[in-house]
């Protein structure tokens, strides 16, 4: 991707936004604007970096004349190609590519593309240590907030770039082809964004849909969406499975993690032997080794990484033990199939603290699990009223639920003074965060500040 002389206007401000502007003025841009439809004011970024490359900032409305005299234009992953001026760059021809398509096309090295609608980030930090082994300048970034523009130049040549790919960030590419890719699972999420869940699917397929057969496409066995995924492969399929014994790919057999491709046979790691918790954690090992493994990475090595991962922030993290009761962090859990994979994990007698902002998605299975699993139920935000009413439907005892309001200190206090062994207190919200949190790690590391608090007391 050539920036000489070009006139480039990035629409978004955000990690990926940002890193995107100041990149291209650095690669020689004759002028570079950054725009958000936001106020300076109303933004949590700290600007000044940008400023000091020369990037020119305009906040506020967005009109048209913003794209006169332009050459290319750069979308942050929330921006949605439906505003109505992306709409206008198409209409005049102008090129419109995301920070992701920009990173592609810098990148000298290959790169390792993860998606899915769970398990993203823990898959992506694995895959990254288990490159690590291999090439000790590779890359690590993308939606898992780190700029991956940054991250495949950095990387060089003769090594590789790791990333978390979403839904969002495939809208506007053209051309991305990773080498590896992986696709973890496809559940309902994200619908408001694009929708529908077709729609969804689709830009998750993107992601691979410009593979040759040199590439490699990793998909998920046990989930039904993601097995059809290889009718439309262009690449070679190479399946993972926690629940069957699979004639080539990554499966487990026996309690053992095992690979067989290609004639070879390889045991990696018993699943007791894995610290991250959960049976999804089994498949994001399993999807992270077969990735390292196609790209590279010695045996030995992937079985060491997979020995000592201890998992990610916010997902199902342990962060204290009090009066003879664990609190865990998984704040990360933004929508319900998250959810109900971290109370999988555990074996029932958990005090979970749950809700924020609704994504509206269905909530049969997410509450009949609650019923099974939950001793008591601790509501809070927005999604508080719909909770109780569909946890209620499905007879979850009234007595058994506390609403904390917008208080995330309130349900802390509610789950110490009730919560006792063998219980366990779980923070798995099923829901995002912006109703009280500028985010999904902000609104973990409250949860950490007051479990902590408590435990010094």
Known sequence: MDFANKNVLVVGVGISGNAAAKLAKKLGAAKVVLSDAKAEKDLKYDLSDVRAAGVELVFGPQAASLLDGVDMVILSPAVPVKVPLVQEAYKRSISVVTEVQ?????????????????????????????????????????NIGIPLCEQAVQAGEGSCVVAEISSYQMEATTNFRPHVAVVLNVTPDHVVRHGSLEVYQQMKEKMFSQQTPEDYLV????NDKTRDMANRAKGQVFFFSRLKKLEEGAFVQDGWLTIVWKGQTCRLCRTDELKIKGGHNVENA????????LAGARIPKIIDVLKEFAGVEHRIE???????????NDSKATNTDSSIKALESFDGHIVLIAGGDDKMTDLTDFMTLVKERVDELILVGDAAA???ENALKLGYPAEHIHEAGYSMEEAVKTAHAIAGPPQTVLLSPACASFDMYEGFEARGRDFKRLVKALADN
Request: net charge positive; glycine share 10%.
């Open 318 to 328: 342990p962060v204290a033990t009090i009066a003879g009761v664990s609190y865990y």
């Open 219 to 222: 998909l998920n066995y046990d």
């Open 286 to 293: 399993l999807a992270a080794a077969a990735a390292a493994f």
């Open 386 to 388: 719909r909770f109780k």
């Open 102 to 142: 920009v990173a592609y096309e810098l990148a000298k090295s290959p790169i390792l593309a993860v998606t899915g609608t769970n398990g993203k980030t823990t898959t992506v930090t694995l895959l990254g240590e288990l490159m690590k082994t291999r090439y000790e300048n590779a890359g690590v970034g993308g």
